[in-house]
């Protein structure tokens, strides 16, 4: 089974910083990872898929990279409603198997 | 609109079972399939399997192999997840979530379904 490792585990910033989240997998996924955001008492939310392409409605400041093992979704301006805690996602080849991350907590400065 | 509307929350005795049902609208349920994830309390996202509602085939999770069924009804355009041998470490909120047609993500989510197991 992959392992996804995600960091920091929190990460506090202030409106209008650029936000840094890693996923490393402990073997490589290809292209596919996947980001998610989640609010408290919500279900998550499709941020980003195969690894860089933004999911309907996401707005321009989600951007995801990365390939093989290493991953990175990056904020490039805080919005207030950006913070929440954050799931990288990666799916295996046919048939495909999924495992998340542990997840980073954005938290407000 | 797409929507997945789970069934209500379940309080259940450990060795029982629990079916949570995922009622689906607004698309073709044979063309998508549909995960299962749990979401223990303060604890990360957990992948269960999918089932493809498209032609029955199902994938589980190792951890939950021979504890979960997965089904679908498609004249009623409905998922179920059944879990087994039910313990106090299953007590979270279970999501279905419908798989992109590109298996690359979970585009639509359902509003999750609590099950507390407790003696």
């Known amino acids: 089974e992959i392992v996804l490792t995600q960091s920091p585990a929190t990460l506090s910033l202030s409106p209008g910083e650029r936000a840094t989240l890693s996923c490393r997998a402990s073997?490589?996924?290809?292209?596919?990872l996947a980001w998610y955001q989640q609010k408290p008492g919500q279900a998550p939310r499709l941020l980003i898929y195969?690894?860089?392409n933004r999911a309907t409605g996401i707005p321009a400041r989600f951007s995801g990279s990365g390939s093989g093992t290493d991953f990175t979704l990056t904020i490039s301006s805080l919005e207030p409603e950006d913070f929440a805690v954050y799931y990288c996602?990666?799916?295996?080849?046919?048939?495909?198997?999924?495992?998340f991350g542990q997840g980073t907590k954005l938290e407000i400065k | 609109q797409v929507q997945l509307v789970q069934s209500g929350a379940e309080v259940k005795k450990p060795g029982a079972s629990v079916k949570v049902s995922c009622k689906t609208s607004?698309?073709?349920?044979?063309?998508?399939?549909i995960h299962w994830v749990r979401q223990a309390p303060g604890q990360r996202l957990e992948w269960m399997g999918w089932?493809?509602?498209?032609?029955?085939?199902?994938k589980y999770s190792q951890k939950f192999q021979g504890r979960v069924t997965m089904t679908r009804d498609t004249p009623a355009t409905t998922v179920y997840m059944e879990l087994n041998s039910l313990r106090s470490e299953d007590t979270a909120v279970y999501y279905c979530?419908?798989?992109?047609?590109?298996?690359?993500?979970?585009?639509?989510w359902g509003q999750g379904t609590t099950v507390t197991v407790s003696s």
């Open positions: 089932i493809n509602a498209g032609n029955d085939d199902t």
């Open positions: 073997q490589s996924v290809s292209s596919y």
């Open positions: 996602q990666q799916r295996s080849n046919w048939p495909p198997m999924y495992s």
């Open positions: 607004g698309y073709t349920f044979t063309h998508y399939a």
């Open positions: 195969d690894t860089s």
């Open positions: 979530a419908r798989i992109t047609d590109n298996w690359s993500g979970t585009d639509v």
